[in-house]
């Protein structure tokens, strides 16, 4: 059975090439067959006439097909709304979440992200072993 991984991540107002950054890694690391990595913005992006209800729906429509959402929210100074609205998502669906805080430490101490999501880890190598041993 290959488990599917939502990754979300900071894309507002960045360019493609940075965006695909969480991608690649999280690809580099969750291999079919055991794993697909999805990525939504990639699955979305070719509705660019959708307004914002249409890609929204369309997100958590792909979000709840998946086993686990992996958000990067390793920007410093960076909103993140659409990585918490996901979260928030996630947590009411009963699927698991992982936070790759990288340097941003205090993500940690965060009593709502802490009660949204199942793990907050500030390495990479953190984050990979925990959705291993989480995902069949």
Wanted: charged share 20%; glycine share 4%; hydrophobic share 45%.
């Amino acid at each position: 059975m290959t488990s599917r991984i939502y990754v979300a991540r900071a894309i507002d107002g960045r360019d493609k090439c940075s965006t695909a950054v969480a991608i690649t890694r999280a690809r580099a690391e969750f291999k079919l067959p055991r794993f697909d990595v999805i990525d939504p913005a990639t699955t979305t992006c070719a509705e660019s006439a959708w307004g914002y209800a249409e890609l929204v729906n369309a997100e958590l429509r792909i979000l709840a097909t998946c086993d686990l959402i992996l958000a990067d929210m390793s920007l410093v100074d960076h909103s993140y709304i659409g990585c918490v609205a996901e979260l928030v998502y996630a947590h009411m669906w009963n699927l698991p979440a992982a936070v790759y805080a990288g340097r941003n430490l205090e993500l940690a101490d965060r009593p709502w992200l802490r009660y949204h999501c199942d793990h907050i880890d500030s390495s990479w190598e953190g984050i990979v072993a925990w959705v291993q041993q989480r995902l069949p």
